[in-house]
């Protein structure tokens, strides 16, 4: 695995793009960083999680093909994670014939729908329900316990046969998010740097317990609200690294992550 620091990947390698890194109304709606959520590609597919305000232009900007994205996985219907929904449906059937899927809560769908009815029509939808296991051809996702959030929320692992990575959105601290979430990469969800009373949101601090239960590969922390951006987190990252002896990262727009030679 490589986190690269420029444009520089080859086309085809299993990889994950960080759209963006912002989480929280103050350093979304200002756009202190980004907000469009992630990009992958993995077993073969690629999919678009969490596609917050911009998602569909920073996509762009990375060069991005959206008719070849297969799917979306929607954690929950806040609008820093589904803002961009619509426009990126829009953009993955502006052509080609591939099948396409979206991964979401009722909550998103059903109750205070954020997707509209007259894009659901050329997509696969599945309703993401806790401790379920879907296969897209060689990707698999695996949810986990519902979140500790405000609305029904959910992370994922998605694995193929050679990597995994997890994706934890938002969500209050509980073990059993290290019991669940176990892969070579967990990307984390932390608003803040220290636990916040009152916010259902995950912070850094939190990330000790986590790491005494489990350690993966790499930890990334992203989804950055603006206290936190303060506290320069790349250097909050540096310390957990060092203190728990963990690669521990803070992402950055644009990151990438090539998945290899794990
Ligand atoms: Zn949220």
Redesign the pocket.
């Known amino acids: 695995m490589r986190i690269l620091k420029d444009r520089n990947f080859k086309n085809g390698k299993d990889k994950i793009i960080f759209l963006g890194t912002a989480g929280g109304r103050f350093s979304v709606f200002y756009q202190i960083r980004k907000s469009g959520g992630i990009w992958f590609h993995l077993g073969g597919k690629t999919f678009v999680i969490d596609p917050g305000p911009g998602a569909l232009v920073t996509a762009l900007k990375n060069k991005i093909n959206m008719s070849k994205v297969d799917g979306i996985f929607l954690s929950?219907r806040?609008l820093?994670?589904c803002a961009d929904i619509n426009s990126i449906m829009e953009s993955m059937v502006i052509s080609g014939k591939r099948t396409r899927y979206l991964f979401a809560p009722s909550a998103a769908l059903d109750e205070d729908p954020v997707v509209l009815h007259y894009n659901r029509d050329k997509f696969n939808i599945l309703y993401l329900k806790e401790y379920t296991d879907y296969a897209i051809g060689d990707l698999k996702i695996s949810t986990k316990l519902t979140h500790l959030?405000?609305?029904p929320?959910f992370g994922a692992v998605f694995k193929s046969d050679s990597y995994s990575f997890a994706y934890i959105?938002?969500t209050l601290y509980t073990d059993q998010l290290a019991i669940d979430y176990r892969a070579d990469v967990v990307i984390v969800n932390t608003v803040f740097k220290n636990q916040m009373p009152g916010y259902m949101h995950l912070s850094a601090n939190d990330m000790y317990k986590f790491l005494e239960i489990f350690k993966p590969k790499i930890l990334i922390l992203t989804h950055f609200g603006m206290g936190f951006l303060n506290e320069s987190p790349h250097l909050v990252a540096k310390e957990i690294s060092q203190k728990t002896n963990t690669n521990v990262i803070a992402a950055w727009d644009n990151m990438i992550v090539e998945l290899e030679n794990i």
């Open positions: 929950h806040h820093d994670h959030h405000t609305t929320t959105a938002d």
